[in-house]
């Protein structure tokens, strides 16, 4: 089993649609977790940093922990165009990060 | 400037060739990473070293070696590519403040091996 699965689409929405991104893990020892967006040819760029359970708020981006049931979201709310990556989620002990495949997300005009 | 910078950025080399990958980063971080990026598989992590007199074994080493010249380079050697090693390489670095624990990463180096 991975330390982190991660559904890898693709995903397709219109513009101003809402967005639902998750991850499961498995490693009740990640303390720190990320969502990170890539675009094509381009490097992961950090888009979200949460520690600990608990949801975080960014503008159109809310990042949702769920320790107990191991689970993580991105929520994008009123998405666009420009939104359309792949967006990596990542977890990490402290010491070691583990990504998740990413889901590739295509917002349509 | 970017904080992480990798060169080349793109690179074309036959098999058995020896090749080398650079990172730099100005973000003042005590800990690199080299990564891989395949389709389907996301990031595979190769070599990380915490410090300068610190490197570690991903979980895909084998055929790769690193070098930490200084806290702020780290770079990767190809000894013999082969086919197998095409793909997207990243670096990334990271603070050792567990307050701070994100990475960040360079764009990337597109590698072919023919």
């Known amino acids: 089993q991975k330390e982190v699965e991660q559904d890898p689409g693709p995903l397709s929405v219109p513009e101003g649609a809402i967005v639902s991104l998750n991850c499961t893990y498995s490693n009740s020892a990640f303390q720190y977790f990320m969502w990170y967006r890539q675009y094509s040819r381009k490097g992961p760029e950090l888009l979200m940093y949460t520690y600990s359970s608990g949801n975080k708020e960014d503008g159109r981006f809310t990042a949702q922990v769920d320790k107990s049931s191991k689970y993580i979201s991105l929520f994008i709310r009123d998405s666009q165009p420009s939104d359309s990556a792949t967006y990596l989620c990542a977890m990490s002990t402290g010491n070691q990060f583990y990504f998740g495949t990413g889901t590739s997300l295509t917002v349509i005009p | 400037d970017a904080d992480v910078t990798q060169t080349p950025r793109n690179r074309i080399t036959k098999t058995g060739k020896r090749i080398m990958l650079e990172c730099s980063q100005t973000k003042g971080h005590d800990r690199m990473y080299w990564y891989r990026q395949d389709p389907g598989l996301g990031l595979q992590l190769i070599y990380y070293s915490f410090d300068v007199k610190d490197i570690n074994k991903g979980e895909i080493s084998d055929g790769y070696s690193v070098s930490r010249q200084a806290q702020a380079k780290f770079s990767l050697s190809l000894e013999s590519a082969i086919p197998n090693q095409t793909a997207l390489y990243f670096c990334?670095?990271?603070?050792?403040?567990?307050?701070?624990?994100?990475?960040?990463f360079g764009p990337g180096t597109r590698l072919l091996v023919l």
């Open positions: 990334a670095t990271s603070d050792s403040n567990p307050s701070k624990e994100t990475q960040y």
